[in-house]
């Protein structure tokens, strides 16, 4: 019975998780792909960090340069420098170099995330970025003796702060192994397994390809969960799917290397009124 409860209680640590990291990081904050309601944004932008214990703007920040420079050497965490299971500190030492330079001031940093109108976040800025995994640690010790398992407490504390795990399946599997359903410069893949545990994630060769639309999977056979979790925050009014004239220029999200053409100053203008 304790063990149902516990898989119960990590699959829903682990989908809170998801879907900050996909819908409100990657797909909202990073891409634009959707745009948060307002009052959804200036929560995530208080709260998300205690939530996963990640920082959302460094996290965008990272991202963008990923997608800027994918598979090359400036990528923050490819497997082509780092090996597969270099990714896994890789990413660590990458996010924790970006964020702070963003709170060194970094100009190059900070123009790219500049769309991005908040700073870094409190805990980050008060440098005490361990409080968020303390406080879920100490929930997971008052469920573990209040129900007398610690299975129960690991599961909630591994699913709630299991982004380091995600990531690595992301970064690492999917710019490594899959196929591919577009030819391009770096080595991205749609990884099912890896898609399949990570909610579209999975698909970054689709993503890399397409990285304005909120959409990762492209054939019949592809499923992106992560995409349902955007349909559903839409019809309850945190996320709306923008309108093409709306969405962030691609150069504003660390597209330079694949940007099609210059975006107009009005398209810049709507995007940035878009996120207010
Ligand atoms: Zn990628
Ligand atoms: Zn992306």
Same mark, same amino acid.
């Given at each position: 019975m304790?063990?149902?409860?516990?898989?119960?209680?990590?699959?829903?640590?682990?989908?809170?998780?998801?879907?900050?990291i996909t819908v409100l990081y990657h797909r909202g904050l990073a +891409?634009?792909?959707?745009?948060? +309601?307002?009052?959804?944004?200036?929560?995530?932008?208080?709260?998300?960090?205690?939530?996963?214990?990640i920082d959302p703007k460094a996290w965008a920040c990272m991202h963008r340069l990923h997608h800027e420079h994918s598979d090359t050497g400036l990528d923050p965490h490819s497997p082509v420098n780092l090996g597969v299971f270099g990714v896994m500190l890789g990413q660590?030492?990458?996010?924790?170099?970006?964020?702070?330079?963003?709170?060194?001031?970094?100009?190059?940093?900070?123009?790219?995330?500049?769309?991005? @109108?908040?700073?870094?976040?409190?805990?980050?800025?008060?440098?005490?970025?361990?409080?968020?995994?303390a406080i879920h640690l100490f929930v997971a010790v008052l469920l573990a003796v209040a129900f007398h398992s610690p299975i129960l407490g690991a599961a909630y504390?591994?699913?709630?702060?299991? +982004?380091?795990?995600?990531?690595?399946?992301?970064?690492?599997f999917a710019h490594r192994y899959g196929y591919r359903n577009h030819e391009s410069a770096d080595q991205s893949t749609n990884n099912t397994l890896v898609a399949w545990l990570a909610m579209g994630e999975g698909y970054q060769n689709n993503h890399h390809a397409h990285p304005e639309s909120a959409k990762?999977?492209?054939?019949?056979?592809?499923? @992106?969960a992560?995409?349902?979790?955007c349909v559903a925050a839409?019809?309850?009014?945190?996320?709306?799917?923008?309108?093409?004239?709306q969405r962030l220029p691609r150069?504003?999200?660390?597209?330079?290397?694949?940007?099609?053409?210059?975006?107009?100053?009005?398209?810049?203008?709507n995007a940035r009124a878009s996120f207010r």
């Amino acid at each position: 019975m304790m063990i149902l409860a516990s898989a119960l209680v990590f699959a829903a640590a682990y989908l809170v998780n998801m879907f900050f990291i996909t819908v409100l990081y990657h797909r909202g904050l990073a +891409h634009g792909s959707v745009v948060l +309601h307002p009052r959804a944004r200036a929560w995530v932008v208080r709260y998300g960090s205690w939530v996963t214990g990640i920082d959302p703007k460094a996290w965008a920040c990272m991202h963008r340069l990923h997608h800027e420079h994918s598979d090359t050497g400036l990528d923050p965490h490819s497997p082509v420098n780092l090996g597969v299971f270099g990714v896994m500190l890789g990413q660590l030492k990458s996010y924790e170099r970006i964020l702070a330079g963003l709170s060194r001031g970094n100009k190059k940093l900070n123009a790219v995330v500049s769309d991005l @109108d908040f700073p870094i976040s409190w805990v980050n800025r008060k440098k005490v970025w361990l409080l968020p995994y303390a406080i879920h640690l100490f929930v997971a010790v008052l469920l573990a003796v209040a129900f007398h398992s610690p299975i129960l407490g690991a599961a909630y504390f591994l699913g709630m702060m299991s +982004h380091p795990v995600q990531g690595f399946m992301v970064n690492a599997f999917a710019h490594r192994y899959g196929y591919r359903n577009h030819e391009s410069a770096d080595q991205s893949t749609n990884n099912t397994l890896v898609a399949w545990l990570a909610m579209g994630e999975g698909y970054q060769n689709n993503h890399h390809a397409h990285p304005e639309s909120a959409k990762f999977s492209e054939r019949w056979f592809e499923v @992106d969960a992560g995409y349902g979790l955007c349909v559903a925050a839409s019809k309850i009014g945190m996320v709306r799917f923008p309108k093409p004239g709306q969405r962030l220029p691609r150069e504003e999200c660390g597209f330079a290397s694949v940007t099609t053409g210059p975006a107009s100053a009005s398209s810049t203008a709507n995007a940035r009124a878009s996120f207010r």
